[in-house]
T-cell receptor, first 119, second 114 residues
């Protein structure tokens, strides 16, 4: 079974500083990997995703993530954070069921990292 | 706007009551899902439907049933609500073409069981 670990429950960063959120996954084949952001009381917004190709993926809002197969990691980075980046961040891994007409059996989410931005 | 629509957005139930959460998508996606979100737990998969006509249990199916009514609609039913089912419920659908893959989430249903 697949699993996702986000080691940091809370991270505090000063506005303008760089950010790295860690994500490690366990999956037997090549995974689909995602990062989502959730502001309080809101739904999930996709930041970026990866399946194949260039291992450095660019997303929205200035975020990027790097897939490292040897480390089973998909860490999220941003060079300079803004106060509006304060939110909950979720890493997720998924798979495609080729025998179900290309359907999928759902994403497995990490427990999330709460990002706090200090002025 | 295209997307996933969930109803209702908020609901308060008494213990033992039943209710159905509705979900519809207009993107012609094959797969649909129900998740619950609890503080510190991330999102956990309750049930999914990989394609029309099929449903399968996810990580936390106990106390729930689902119906894939057609390709567009996937409902979640609580037969006898319990306080442990107080949560935020998200419906999602997915597309898995080689160069166009991903999930679309609804805005959530906040359910309180008293």
């Amino acid at each position: 079974a697949q699993s996702v670990t986000q080691p940091d429950i809370h991270i505090t960063v000063s506005e303008g500083a760089s950010l790295e959120l860690r994500c490690n996954y366990s999956y037997g084949a090549t995974p689909y990997l995602f990062w989502y952001v959730q502001s309080p009381g809101q739904g999930l917004q996709l930041l970026l995703k990866y399946f194949s190709g260039d291992t450095l993926v660019q997303g929205i809002k200035g975020f990027e993530a790097e897939f490292k197969r040897s480390q089973s990691s998909f860490n999220l980075r941003k060079p300079s954070v803004h106060w509006s980046d304060a939110a909950e961040y979720f890493c997720a891994v998924g798979a495609v069921l080729m025998y179900s007409g290309g359907g999928a059996d759902g994403l497995t989410f990490g427990k999330g990292t709460h990002l706090i931005i200090q002025p | 706007n295209a997307g996933v629509t969930q109803t209702p957005k908020f609901q308060v139930l008494k213990t033992g009551q039943s209710m159905t959460l509705q979900c519809a998508q207009d993107m012609n996606h094959n797969s649909m899902y129900w998740y619950r979100q609890d503080p510190g737990m991330g999102l956990r998969l309750i049930y999914y439907s990989a394609s029309e006509g099929t449903t399968d249990k996810g990580e936390v199916p106990n106390g729930y049933n689902v119906s894939r009514l057609n390709k567009r609609e996937f409902s979640l039913r609580l037969e006898s609500a319990a306080p442990s089912q107080t949560s935020v419920y998200f419906c999602a659908s997915s597309e898995w073409q080689p160069h166009n893959y991903g999930y679309t989430f609804g805005s959530g249903t906040r359910l309180t069981v008293v």
